[in-house]
């Protein structure tokens, strides 16, 4: 397969550079100082088995690449309402996209096995623009399982995990689903493929839509949020309305939040992605995150009391930083 990496940040910079050193057949769409960097230096991946330079066709143009067979998408949700179209750009009459983003994404409510099947979330889409260049039948989504970190514009380096998940919530791209999962594979990932992908999507978000806001909020690495009992405690009541939300959802979380909380002590100081955004001064994925789990909770009439405070403080603190 024929793949493009959009967006060569932390996720999207790691998995193309590792497709790129399995000597896969993959270009990346950048811009600015990633752009420039990439270009003149190659991309430098850190904090694996061994640091390396790999050499990956970076354009800042979409016009230089055309169709490809899969685009793998990797750039904010706030980002994503101005990039759509650019993306549609490198869609052919057969070609997958596999978002790995934050939060619950624009495809998300689409073949969902509950009542709220097709519900237009303007939160994560809107006006519906994004599902308009990029329908949700073309959708193969990956959740990531993996920390990376940008330290410098052309560099990402890896933090704890090397996993990922694949799926195919339409069940029509059995054959691209196969050959994703193939390919990521030769890179050294531990690859996953699930038959209900939206369930990885939920669990992994139940773990992060308080640990992000409120490392935001704090500045505060996961291991100094979860040393204190208070903040944990309120933790674990978002945890359990989400897990109210998720059950309706057709999505029941089996883990315990003392169980995810217990999780995230093991992993020690980590920044949050939503962390990172904040102190780079970049847009927080706030209605990806959190703001959709509140309008899911509304449309199903589940109170989310925590969550919606949650929702405020952080809202609120990114008016006051200007994110």
């Known amino acids: 397969m024929r793949y493009c990496v959009f967006g060569l940040g932390a996720v999207g910079g790691y998995i193309g550079g590792r497709l790129a050193a399995a000597g896969l057949d993959v270009c990346a769409v950048a811009r600015g100082d990633t752009f420039a960097s990439v270009r003149r230096h190659g991309l430098r991946l850190e904090g694996s088995s061994a640091d390396t330079v790999v050499r990956i066709p970076v354009v800042d143009s979409v016009s230089e690449v055309g169709p490809v067979d899969c685009v793998l998408l990797a750039v904010k949700a706030t980002a994503l309402p101005a990039a759509a179209p650019l993306v549609a750009s490198l869609l052919g009459p057969d070609t997958v996209i596999v978002p790995m983003m934050n939060g619950v994404p624009w495809w998300f409510t689409h073949h969902l096995p509950s009542p709220l099947t097709g519900l237009h979330l303007p939160e994560v889409d809107p006006g519906g623009t994004i599902s308009a260049s990029l329908p949700p039948s073309r959708v193969i989504p990956a959740v990531v399982h993996f920390n990376a970190t940008v330290p410098r514009p052309g560099t990402v380096r890896l933090g704890a ?163």
Not at 219 to 233: F, K, M, N, R, S
Not at 247 to 268: F, H, K, N, W, Y
């Open 161 to 323: 995990g090397n996993r990922i998940i694949v799926g195919d919530p339409s069940g029509t791209h059995a054959d691209a689903l196969a050959a994703v999962a193939r390919d990521l594979a030769v890179t050294g990932l531990d690859v996953d493929t699930s038959d209900v992908i939206h369930r990885a999507v939920w669990f992994k978000l139940w773990g992060n839509m308080t640990f992000n806001p409120i490392s935001a909020i704090t500045g505060a690495t996961a291991d100094l949020i979860v040393a204190d009992p208070l903040a944990v405690e309120f933790i674990e009541s978002c945890m359990h309305e989400a897990n109210d939300v998720g059950t309706a959802l057709g999505l029941p979380v089996a883990q315990s939040p003392t169980e995810r909380i217990d999780l995230t002590r093991q992993m020690g100081p980590i920044k949050s992605s939503m962390l990172q955004d904040a102190e780079a001064s970049r847009p927080l994925e706030l209605d990806a995150i959190l703001g959709s789990v509140v309008a899911l909770g509304s449309a199903l009439g589940i109170a989310t009391p925590n969550l919606r405070g949650l929702l405020g403080l952080a809202r609120v603190f990114a008016t006051a930083h200007g994110l």
